[in-house]
């Protein structure tokens, strides 16, 4: 992160004044009781706010530096991120929260948490460096060399995740306890009923109960098909059979007819031999008297 220009309108003892830096080593010097302490100050302030907690002093800092001599209590400043961002911010002393503009002067205020004690941490964002590790590397006054329990514990986090990963906002304890936390919020886990996993898993195990009653069902449907397989050979092989008995029943029949025919023949020549042997018969008796009378002649 590089501070690119300061524009102080007023706080504590400077007014209207601005400072540019170039990219290389930056040197304000002046006098004892000159302002370059206030410099310092200022831009700490402009970063993360002013605080009005005398914590244990005789004055807080919002009262330390605010003019004497006049209403306005603002300044501006502009810098560029390690990812060459650059954002402008305008604070006014008097308010809690600042603007912040982006390179296309466009407001991004409300695009970073509100913290109700601290205001807007748009630099915490963009940086993860709270104020006071801020002031315990970047912003070090004569009397600030010794650096305190709490503070050396964070410094020693940095420089070791620095180390381990190139990163000094990376720690892997706190990532994996992040995504443990994270993933109970939000995933949740077997044991938590309402969360996505649980509802994953409920559907899970109602998709893989649907599944064993698709096979069954598809099983079933399989039989279906076999048992109609059959069933239509067997009545394809039953047609073919009442066909032939339908044949034979026709031709029985017309069997039966012919009996029929030649009974009723039969019938009628008995009886036409009946006649015969009657009409022989009475011949026969005609010739015999005829015999007698041809005699007595």
């Known amino acids: 992160m590089k501070i690119d220009k300061l524009k102080i309108n007023a706080y504590g003892k400077l007014t209207d004044k601005e400072l540019e830096f170039n990219d290389h080593i930056n040197v304000v010097h002046g006098e004892n009781e000159t302002g ?79 913290d109700k004690s601290k ?13 006071t590790l801020f002031l315990s590397t970047i912003v070090v006054n004569q009397e600030q060399v010794k650096l305190q329990k709490s503070e050396q514990t964070v410094l020693i986090q940095k420089i070791a995740n620095l180390v381990g990963t190139g990163d000094d906002n990376v720690s892997y304890k706190r990532a994996i306890d992040r995504i443990n936390r994270r993933q109970l919020d939000e995933i949740g886990t077997d044991r938590s009923r309402e969360k996505p996993l649980n509802k994953l898993l409920r559907e899970n ?56 025919k030649i009974k009723i023949k039969e019938n009628i020549k008995n009886e036409n031999d009946k006649k015969i042997n009657l009409n022989k018969k009475e011949i026969s008796d005609i010739e015999n008297k005829n015999k007698k009378i041809f005699e007595k002649c």
Request: aromatic share 14%.
């Open 36 to 114: 370059k302490s206030t410099i310092l100050n200022f831009i700490v302030n402009m970063l993360y706010g002013i605080s009005k907690n005398k914590n244990g002093k005789a004055y807080s800092n919002f009262e330390r530096y605010k003019p004497w001599n006049q209403e306005d209590f603002s300044g501006k400043i502009e810098y560029t991120l390690d990812n060459k961002e650059t954002f402008e911010v305008f604070r006014d002393f008097r308010k809690k929260n600042p603007q912040i503009f982006n390179d296309k002067k466009e407001d991004i205020s409300k695009q970073f948490n509100i």
């Open 119 to 131: 205001g807007n941490e748009f630099f915490y964002e963009q940086t993860k460096m709270d104020e």
């Open 205 to 260: 195990q109602n998709l893989e109960e649907e599944k064993l009653q698709l096979e069954k069902y598809r099983n079933t449907k399989y039989e279906i098909e076999e048992n109609k397989k059959n069933l239509l050979e067997k009545y394809s092989n039953s047609e073919i059979e009442l066909e032939y008995l339908n044949k034979i029943k026709k031709i029985l029949e017309e069997e039966k007819i012919e009996n029929e």
